[in-house]
C-alpha cells in the first residue's frame, strides 16, 4: 500500500494535518485533528490500561520534560546520542551515513553514454556495475566525510540566552524514570521485580525525518522500565533474560490484541557492532509499513548501565535491598519503548481495506472497537421530521455519556454509512419514520432503532430502551452475531 493513500485520508478525514499549513507547513511537524487526537488517546489509553491498570506489578510516572542538564552527561546522551552525518559537496542535501544505501540512488552511467538511472536500494547497475559512491540524490556530488550530529533539541532556561543555563528537550523519556527510581521504590514500597511506566513527548533533531509520522522531531513515547533483580534466576536462567524474552513476547502479542496482523510484525535482533552502548541484548518489533519493515517498538535489556551512572554521578545510592540476601543490588532493566505515532501509523495502515460492496468500492478503517475515534454514530433517516431529529438528539446524549457518539444529518443514508465506514466507526444506529410513527395520522412509533455493524454491515432491529444494554455487551467484547441473534435482522 502506499503511504499518500493514508497520509491523504488523514487529512481529508481530520486526523492528521500539517502544521502550519497555512504557511507553507514546518517539515515533519504533524498535528493531530479531531478524529487523530480520539485515535492517539485511544492508543495510549489502551497501552496504560493493559500496561499500569491491569498489572500488579506496575506504576505510572509522569516526569519532566526539562531536566537537569547533568542528566544527560551521565546517561551519555551528550557524547553519545549522535548519528553520523554527510553532505553533498554539490546539491548541498544531507544524509545519515549509515542510512545511506538504504534508499534508492540516481545514476549518470557511462556505459549508456551517461543516462540517468534510478538504480535499487543496495544494489549496482546493471549497466556498468558500479556501486554508489556520489549523492544518492543528485547522483553527482562528493559527499564529506561523516560527521557525528548530536540529536538533542538545545534550550536556554533563563530570561537573559547568554547568561541562562543550557538545557535539552529530553530525546527519550526513560531518564526521568531513572532518576526517580527511588522516589518511586521508597513512596510506593516495591517489591522487585516491578516496573514504572510513563507516556510522553520526546523531541530528536532528526537528520532525515519524513514519512508522514513515522519519524518526527516531536513524538510521543509510551515507555516501561522494567526493574529485575540480577541476582534472581527463574527456572535456572538469569531473571533479567528471562524477563526480557516475556517482554517481547508480551509486546508482540499488544499490537495483535489490538487488531494488527502477524503476518505485518517481525522481530529483529540487534547484532552485536549495532547495539547501543548500555545495551546487553535489544530486539526490535518491526512492523511492514508502507516503507518497508521498519522499528515500531525496541525492547531493550539496559542493564544496570542507567542507574549505576545516575548513582556516580549524583553521589546518591539507586540500590534496591534484597532482604532475602541481605545485600543492596542495583537492579537490571528491561524497556519496552514504543512510539505513540508509530503505532498510530501501524493501526491506520493495518485497518485500511479497500472493499467492492455491489459494484462500489468501499474504504473501511476496520479499527479494534477500543481504538476507534468514534464508537457509535447516530444518524436520522429524515431530517425534515422533527421527531425523528429530537428522537436522534436525545439519543446521542444518552450514548455520549458512555462512549464517544456523534450525531450527523448532513447527507443521505447510504453517504452517512460510507463516511462512518471510511473513519472505522464501529456501528451506526438509524432512526426512521417507524421508530417515532406519526402523530398526525395518529401512529405510534415502535421506539426501535436500526443498528448496522461496520464489518459485516449486517443490521439488526433494537428497541431504543435496550441499547445501552446492548453497546455494553458489544463493547466488552461480546461478538456481533450472539448479540445479533437475539434481534430481528433488518435487510441493508
Ligand atoms: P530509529 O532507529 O527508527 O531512529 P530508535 O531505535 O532510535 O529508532 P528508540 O530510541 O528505540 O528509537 O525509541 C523507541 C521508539 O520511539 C521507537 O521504536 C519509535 O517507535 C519511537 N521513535 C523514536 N524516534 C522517533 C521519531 N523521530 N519519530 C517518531 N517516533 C520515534
Redesign the pocket.
Known sequence: MNMDVIVSLCKRRGFVFQSSEIYGGIASCWDYGPLGVELKNNVKRAWWRDNVTLRADMVGLDAAILMHPAVWKASGHLDHFTDPMVDCRACRRRFRADQLDAQPWTHYCPATKGNKFTVAAGEACRHCGARRTLCPECGKGELTPPRQFNLMFKTFMGPVEEDAAVTYLRP?TAQGIFVNFDNVLQSMRLKLPFGVAQIGKSF?N?IT?GNFI???HE?E?MEIEFFVNPNDTIDGRPADEVWHERWIEERLAWYQRYGIRRENLRLREHEKGELAHYAKRTADIDYKFPIGWS????VANRTDFDLKQHSQASGKSLTYFDEERKTHVVPYVIEP???A??SVLAFLVDAYREEEVRGEKRVVLRFHPDLAPIKIAVLPLLKKRPEIVATAQDLRERLARRWTTVYDDTAAIGRLYRRQDEVGTPYCVTVDVQTVGDAEKGEAGDRKVTVRARDSMEQIRVPLEELVTVFGELFDGAVWSAVAARYPAVKG
Open positions: 527519550e530528536r532528526e525525518p513515522f519519524r518526527t513524538f513515547q522499528e515500531l517498538e525496541g519503548s514504543a512510539g505515532d508509530r
